[in-house]
């Protein structure tokens, strides 16, 4: 599955590139430690846009395109930011054959997103998960950590507006 890129503007703050400059500087000595950078970079902005990627390689010495790679390898990276409540819909195999893929494009449809995009507003993130183990309730979606289960279609209007403010 190929990750999707944001599309939103990235909105560093100069705190977080301070951050970002001094982890880096603690470990530009060694190559090595590339993933470990690149993970505290995700733990600081929440994601790896292309200009936090960019200040890794430079700073680390790397060529871009190794930051790329292991951000697109790695499935704990992610390329998109996620919004204030992140909705993860399971569409492995019990949670599909019971609905999961239309409770997922409804979603999508009533959110304007696809999957590993957040909306303008910062607010809702979309992503497809392949199991999260609750397979007797499917199917299934989480909202941040609170889980949804023996969903149909029509559930969808009234979990997204416990969300609204």
């Known amino acids: 599955m190929q990750k999707k890129i944001s599309k939103l503007p990235f909105k560093g703050t100069p705190e977080q590139n301070a951050q970002l400059k001094a982890v880096i500087d603690a470990s530009r000595h060694d190559k090595s430690l590339l ?8 733990d600081i902005y929440g994601y790896l846009p292309k200009e936090v990627q960019a200040m ?10 190794k930051v790329y790679g ?38 999508s449809e009533k959110l304007g997103i696809g999957a590993d995009e957040c909306t303008a507003d910062g607010k809702f993130s979309l ?20 889980v949804y289960g023996r969903l149909t279609v029509d559930d969808v209007d009234s979990i997204l507006a416990k969300y609204q403010d």
């Open 35 to 42: 993933m470990s950078v690149m993970q505290q970079a995700q």
């Open 70 to 107: 292991v951000a697109t390898f790695y499935a704990q990276f992610s390329l998109s930011p996620k919004g204030q409540y992140n909705i993860s819909v399971c569409l492995g195999t019990a949670c599909y054959v019971k609905g999961s893929g239309d409770i997922f494009d409804k979603l």
């Open 56 to 65: 890794i390689a430079e700073g680390m010495g790397v060529p871009l395109e």
């Open 127 to 146: 992503t497809a998960c392949r199991c999260i183990g609750a397979c007797g309730l499917a199917p299934v979606l989480t909202v941040n950590d609170e």
